[in-house]
């Protein structure tokens, strides 16, 4: 069964949906800039539920656990608790760790969704010039959660699903720009890191599952979910 209904969880619906012998948990906290102990606690309330069930359970986190610039913030420590509590409990677990994560949702705390209306619109808005940042298709998330889940080795274990490379965010603000066709009001500010992901596991999955992740991916991304909306 699948816990959510949101952008991840609607993606993982034909890969997950009728598994019973899971349970694919995709109703956290989605918001990274979150602060409100309210919305921390319902995640936890869910979480506590699905751990009952007994089971596989399927978590996604988030790779921000090793950027050491957001390691205090109330977001990664959240799900630094999460992923303690489902070690502690689960009988069985695969947490899977994600970038940003691109597909058609209304979140406006998204890092594309910000940058698409903040450059469509015209209002300003800072770009930190050493910051990078690590985009995958939710379609792909999907595809690949399920080849890692079915050959068993991830289960019981913490594991990145993400691209094999990160992207200057003025790089995605260019990318934005030749597909608006418009100029982005933007000052850098000397600010940012990036920081290493390792997902050689989720890449050779992906490699077995027939998914493709090339030089143009990120454009490809821009292409496929915001052509509808420019």
């Not at 921000?64 to 610039?69: K, R, V």
Request: charged content about 20%.
């Amino acid at each position: 069964m699948i816990v959510g209904n949101g952008m991840l969880a609607q993606a993982c619906q034909p890969a997950f949906g009728a598994d019973p012998a899971v349970t694919l948990f995709a109703s956290g906290v989605s918001n990274s800039r979150e602060t409100r102990p309210e919305a921390f606690a319902r995640e936890t309330a869910l979480l506590d539920e699905s751990l009952d069930r007994g089971g596989l359970l399927v978590y996604f986190s988030t790779c921000s656990i090793a950027d050491y610039e957001l390691s205090t913030s109330p977001y990664v420590r959240h799900k630094l608790a999460m992923e303690k509590r489902i070690a502690e409990r689960a009988e069985r677990m695969a947490i899977f760790r994600l970038p940003q994560v691109v597909g058609h949702t209304p979140n406006p705390h998204t890092l594309t969704n910000y940058l698409h209306h903040q450059i469509d619109s015209g209002a300003p808005f800072q770009v930190w010039s050493h910051a990078r940042r690590n985009l995958i298709d939710v379609a792909d998330v999907a595809v690949i959660a399920r080849r890692l889940v079915d050959e068993g080795a991830v289960l019981d274990r913490i594991t990145n699903i993400a691209c094999p490379f990160s992207v200057p965010v003025i790089e995605l603000v260019r990318s934005f720009e030749a597909h608006l066709g418009r100029r982005a009001n933007f000052t850098v500010v000397d600010a940012g890191a990036s920081y290493p992901i390792d997902v050689t596991a989720a890449m050779a999955a992906a490699g077995r599952a027939g998914v493709a992740i090339g030089p143009d991916y990120i454009d490809q991304l821009i292409r496929k979910y915001y052509d509808h909306r420019s």
